[in-house]
Nanobody
Framework: QVLLAESGGGLVQAGGSLELSCASS????????MAWFRQAPGKERDFVAA????????YYADSVKGRFTIFRDNAKDTLYLRMTSLKAEDTAVYYC?????????????????WGQGTQVTVSS
């Protein structure tokens, strides 16, 4: 069993930055791949970024490439998402997810554990 808890969301002006965290507990953090997804009001949940078990491989949605950075600290059992140059269209609830595979995974259906989400609101 894995428990995930996101934090760091909030209200920010367009062009600003935020850093989200996802604290993990349960099975050893370094044994699973992780990702961030987001869901805007009235829309389906979308993939944002993914990272493999040791942080050496990352992948981003085109909409956030060059602006967002996913990284992890396995010593702290924590996943991060650094978001810069935020836009109004980045407004969403952001979720972290985990799956017990070493390789990077982008398909939402493959993720086994999810956090409760943290709201990010970007004002234009």
């Amino acid at each position: 069993q894995v428990l995930l808890a996101e934090s760091g969301g909030g209200l920010v002006q367009a062009g600003g930055s935020l850093e989200l965290s996802c604290a993990s507990s349960g099975r050893p953090f370094s044994t699973y791949a992780m990702a961030w997804f987001r869901q805007a009001p009235g829309k389906e949940r979308d993939f944002v970024a993914a990272i493999n078990y040791n942080g050496e491989t990352t992948y981003y949605a085109d909409s956030v490439k060059g602006r967002f950075t996913i990284f992890r600290d396995n010593a702290k059992d924590t996943l991060y998402l650094r978001m810069t140059s935020l836009k109004a269209e980045d407004t969403a609830v952001y979720y972290c997810a985990a799956v017990f595979k070493g390789v990077l995974i982008t398909r939402e259906q493959e993720y086994e554990y999810w956090g409760q989400g943290t709201q990010v609101t970007v004002s234009s």
